[in-house]
Structure formats: structure tokens, C-alpha cells
């Protein structure tokens, strides 16, 4: 007579946690495929009042609005990875963005649009800031994702000269944390040469000076573009993302090899249109003052008189002349709120020209 096999309750009730778990997952995807139906209504009234496809304020309206229902032990920080890949697929349902960014593949600003915008938008990376702000005022990309500043380096210069001459707007910005590898195919003590774009081997340059000071730095126009010069050299080596070890299949030697712990860089999302308020807004401007003693002085003193707070301040040559400066400035709040556009015509009195480049989320990793 055959034995019955005795049951197991720790597997049984196992199985059964499983089945629930398949029972929320259907309800997840029947939910987003609602969800979808009621995105491409959308669509066709977008369609029929001609307007963009892609607003960032009501992006991150979304994510404030779900991370503050979120009473539960879903992490918040994953609630905006989650509903960002949600969002993109959303979106390139409705129309594929065509996004505009310096490049190659793998580069830190690819990281950024990916962060900003998720997986399913049609990247197009570029050789130089300059064909960045090209594809976007000519119209063959939606938007352009540019670097503008890191904090320990400081300001991108070429990207703020670029402003002066052109009619691009700021729609967003993206707070990226930035983690240098150094990647390589031999024996970190065998290097003797060290490839990079200069800010990243400026960020690196007491790490290089203590464990490698025999390999030579060079530069070069960015970090994917190091990688890609190794050819499977054992005396070689570059600094990239992990991204970049993954994409070109080239190993990390060593990790988190940047100098300054908390290194962050700070990308913009360009476009041709305004974006609308949020109620947590930057605004940035350029201006241009005559020559003259307390001239900036007078310029800025609106600001301080009714109280907006400004959070970055930058001069640039204009090159339009020796001596002559271009000054950038960020503030709080949004351009056509009451008291900014009071400060901004009070400001204008006492400039020989000022430009409003855009009114945007403020990122909350400000």
C-alpha cells in the first residue's frame, strides 16, 4: 500500500503568498493598461489643440503627489523610477520624444536623460554642446539634455556662452550623482596612461596622484570616449560610469574612485517652449549692465528689496567687446508670478539688456 505523502504547511502557505502575489500583479497591469486608454484620450485632444506631448511640470507633479499618498513600505525613492518608466512608455505611445543629448552612448549626460525621461525615448547623442542647442532650435529634437554645472568643479562655461545667442528655453533640470570608475582590462599598477574628459579626471586627480601617479592623463571629449580608445590594452585605462563598463564590456578595476564624497553634476533640459508653474519653480535670466560704478549693485538690489532668493550667480564674457560681462543668475520662483515680474522690470531699469532663459521645476535634489 502506497504512502501518502505529508503535506508541508511552510510550502503550502508559500504557494499561496505566490498566487496572491500573481493576483496584485494582473491588477497592476490591467490598471496600467487603463491607465493607458485614458493616456492616448489625451493624446488626440493634445492632437487637436496642437500642444506638446511632454510637460514637465505635470511630471513632477506626479511624483510629489505619489510620494507624499505613499503610506506604505514601498521605498518613495523607488515610487519615481517606477512611475518615470511608466511615464515614458506613456509618452512614446502618444508620440516617441526625440531627445538631443552631448554624447556617446554611456556618457554621464546619457545617464541623466535616462533618469529624466526613462528607456523609451529615441536618444540622439551628439558630438558637442553647440549640436545640442542645434538639434533643438532647428526642430529635428523635442529637447536637448546639456551639463551645466558640478559641484566640485563648478560651472560649464561653454554651456552658459551658449545661452547668449540663443532663444532656447530651460524646461527642467536633472540632479545626476556622479561615481567615476576606472575601468580597464590588466593590472592598475601596469597603467601608464589614463583617458577622460578633463573634468572627471579633475575629480579623480588626488585618487590618480595616490595609487597610479605613473600613468599620464589625457583628455579627451568624454568619458564614453576613453572607453572606447582602450582597444584591450593592459596599460591603459579610463574613467566612466558603470554604465560604460557594462556597454563596452570593460571591467572595473577600481570603483568610486572621485575625490569629493556627495559629487553631483547638474544637467539642464532644453526646449523651445515655456514651461508652466509648479508652485516650486526656478527661474534663470541673463543680463548685461552698464559700465559703471555699483552698477551690478543696482542690479541686483531688486532681488534683495522684495526678498527672492537667488541661488546661483555667474559672469561670462559677452565677446562681444573687452571688459563687457554677461551675467547669469538663478532665483526662486516662477517668472510671471506677481513679485518676480515686478523684480525682473526693476531689474531691467538698470540693465542694458535682460533675457528670461526659462521658468522650471526645481529639482527636489537641489
Not at 327 to 350: Q, R, S
Amino acid at each position: 500500500m502506497a504512502t501518502r505523502k505529508k503535506s508541508n504547511p511552510k510550502t503550502e502557505h508559500l504557494e499561496d503568498l505566490r498566487k496572491e502575489i500573481n493576483n496584485i500583479d494582473e491588477a497592476i497591469l490591467k490598471a496600467l493598461n487603463q491607465r493607458t486608454d485614458v493616456v492616448l484620450k489625451i493624446a488626440d485632444i493634445k492632437k487637436l489643440n496642437k500642444t506638446s506631448f511632454y510637460v514637465p511640470h505635470r511630471e513632477q507633479q506626479i511624483y510629489d503627489r505619489l510620494i507624499k499618498l505613499n503610506k506604505g513600505k514601498f521605498p518613495k525613492e523607488a515610487i519615481k523610477t517606477v512611475f518615470r518608466e511608466i511615464m515614458s512608455a506613456s509618452i512614446s505611445l502618444e508620440k516617441p520624444l526625440k531627445i538631443a543629448y552631448l554624447g556617446p552612448e554611456a556618457s554621464y549626460t546619457h545617464m541623466a536623460c535616462m533618469e529624466k525621461f526613462g528607456s523609451h525615448m529615441e536618444y540622439c547623442p551628439q558630438d558637442s554642446i553647440e549640436a545640442v542647442f542645434m538639434e533643438v532650435s532647428k526642430g529635428w529634437a523635442d529637447y536637448g539634455v546639456v551639463p551645466i554645472e558640478n559641484s566640485t568643479e563648478g560651472v560649464i562655461n561653454h554651456t552658459l556662452d551658449m545661452f547668449i545667442d540663443s532663444e532656447i528655453k530651460i524646461c527642467s533640470e536633472i540632479i545626476l550623482n556622479i561615481s567615476h570608475n576606472l575601468l580597464g582590462h590588466g593590472d592598475i599598477k601596469k597603467i601608464k596612461r589614463v583617458y577622460s574628459r578633463d573634468s572627471a579626471l579633475a575629480q579623480c586627480r588626488q585618487w590618480l596622484a595616490n595609487n597610479i601617479p605613473q600613468a599620464e592623463l589625457i583628455a579627451v571629449s568624454s568619458t564614453t570616449k576613453g572607453v572606447q580608445m582602450l582597444h584591450k590594452s593592459h596599460t591603459e585605462a579610463a574613467i566612466a560610469s558603470e554604465l560604460a563598463s557594462q556597454l563596452y564590456h570593460v571591467p572595473i578595476m577600481a570603483r568610486g574612485i572621485e575625490d569629493a564624497t556627495g559629487n553631483r553634476t547638474r544637467f539642464l533640459v532644453i526646449g523651445n517652449t515655456d514651461t508652466a508653474r509648479t508652485g516650486k519653480d526656478k527661474t534663470s535670466i541673463l543680463f548685461s549692465i552698464k559700465d559703471k560704478v555699483g552698477a551690478l549693485y543696482e542690479a541686483l538690489y531688486p532681488f534683495y528689496r522684495n526678498k527672492i532668493n537667488l541661488t546661483k550667480i555667474e559672469s561670462r564674457p559677452s565677446k562681444r567687446k573687452a571688459w563687457d560681462y554677461v551675467f547669469f543668475v538663478d532665483f526662486e520662483g516662477y517668472k510671471d508670478d506677481p513679485k518676480v515680474a515686478k523684480t525682473l522690470n526693476e531689474v531691467a531699469d538698470h540693465c542694458i539688456y535682460l533675457k528670461v532663459l526659462g521658468s522650471f521645476p526645481s529639482s527636489p535634489n537641489r
